[in-house]
């Protein structure tokens, strides 16, 4: 069965460093998003992306992120300067469009010292 | 999106169903109810959607009032395994993003 893997599982990074989360959506859909989960809280919707731009982005989506589909396969989230705030689980997600399901990633577990 | 209500935490005995209630009396027609779960902190997984009727697949069953105000998430058999967190989420769908609340905490008992 088709699934969305993400690497790394789990990435120490010190403050201000710049970071690359990746992902690969399963490969016939055209919608890909972010979600992050801030330990003993909600998952939170970041952006979402669809023909090679971004559809809808929340508040915490600000100028230190961004996304890109650099290839046919990879979907990624780079933070620029990574603050302590920004410690969290990482899912990714696909979907097929329209009002298809997404599907969830594993997620990456990402630590700012 | 339209907002839903779920009771905090539930207890199931393992075997048993489990009827997992969602309030959204703000629904639009053309939102649909998702369910997903979230098993300690893996990716939230996808269980079963519905638009009007009811719908059933390997995993549950959606049982949607006719008013489409309320929900019900019905696991057959559940077992220690199904113990998660529960969520509801009505969502038209394309580049919309999930809004997840704090869902249901399900425990199954042994």
């Known amino acids: 069965e088709p699934e969305v893997t993400q690497t790394p599982s789990h990435q120490v990074t010190q403050m201000g460093q710049e970071v690359i989360l990746r992902c690969v959506p399963i490969?016939?859909?055209?919608?890909f998003y972010w979600y992050r989960q801030i330990l003993g809280q909600k998952v939170e919707f970041l952006v979402s992306f669809y023909n090679n731009e971004i559809s809808e982005k929340s508040e915490i989506f600000d100028d230190q992120f961004s996304v890109e589909r650099p290839d046919g396969s990879n979907f990624t989230l780079k933070i620029r300067s990574t603050k302590l705030e920004d410690s969290a689980m990482y899912f990714c997600?696909?979907?097929?469009?329209?009002?298809?399901?997404?599907?969830f990633g594993p997620g990456t577990r990402l630590l700012v010292l | 999106d339209a907002k839903t209500t779920q009771p905090p935490s539930m207890d199931c005995a393992e075997g048993r169903a489990a009827n997992l209630p969602c309030n959204h009396s703000?629904?639009?027609?053309?939102?649909?109810v998702y369910w997903y779960r979230q098993i300690h902190s893996q990716g939230p997984q996808y269980i079963i959607h519905?638009?009007?009727n009811n719908e059933t697949n390997e995993m549950a069953s959606l049982i949607i009032t006719e008013d489409r105000k309320s929900s019900t998430l019905i696991l057959p058999h559940a077992t220690l395994r199904d113990t998660a967190v529960y969520y509801c989420i009505v969502i038209r769908g394309g580049a919309d993003g999930l809004t997840f609340g704090k869902g249901t905490h399900l425990i199954i008992q042994p």
């Open positions: 490969s016939n859909h055209l919608y």
């Open positions: 997600a696909s979907s097929g469009g329209g009002a298809e399901t997404q599907y």
């Open positions: 519905g638009l009007k």
């Open positions: 703000t629904i639009s027609g053309n939102e649909y």
